[in-house]
């Protein structure tokens, strides 16, 4: 799943985020897969929130029991990409009561397009409690600047 920033609003509105998945939910028999069992692709896709500053944009990744072996985080043009592996296992001989997740092992990949120049040599990305959190500084070239003006006199000769 790959998301747009310029063309995706905050969901501040609940009655907006119960209208899109009412949408999603009868759309959904003619499509050849929707983003909980991963489309056509096989993979899955986790729940992001993003975030912005002068400075960076900030991900954070919903992924508990992801495999930290198997995290990809890759970074090309304007586009971050993330994959890996979600892996729980059940203790040995146990029988499922009650399954309301896939136990895996299941692939995921999210990519985000930020739309923006982001210095790729210092993104960072750390895995903690369940959660990936990605900052990613933008270009220097991309940050706002103050531009100072200088006042002159009236004469110009």
Avoid: C
């Avoid at 050849?32 to 912005?52: F, I, K, M």
């Avoid at 970074?75 to 979600?86: R, S």
């Avoid at 739309?115 to 960072?124: L, R, W």
């Amino acid at each position: 799943m790959s998301i747009e920033f310029g063309r995706t609003r905050p969901y501040s509105n609940p009655l907006g985020q119960v209208l899109d998945r009412l949408f999603e939910q009868t759309f959904a028999p003619f499509t050849a897969g929707g983003p909980a069992d991963g489309g056509s692709t096989g993979y899955q896709s986790l729940p992001v929130n993003v975030w912005e500053t002068e400075g960076a944009y900030y991900a954070a990744l919903m992924a508990p029991g992801l495999d930290e072996q198997t995290i990809e985080v890759t970074f090309h043009e304007d586009t971050l990409a993330i994959e890996g592996t979600l892996a729980f296992q059940a203790p040995d001989g146990a029988k499922v009561v009650w399954q309301e997740f896939n136990p895996g092992p299941a692939r995921f990949r999210r990519s985000l397009r930020l739309g923006a120049s982001v210095d790729a040599s210092k993104v960072e990305a750390a895995y903690r409690n369940g959660w990936l959190v990605l900052t990613m500084p933008k270009a220097e070239y991309a940050r706002p600047r103050k531009i100072h003006v200088k006042v002159t006199s009236g004469d110009s000769k």
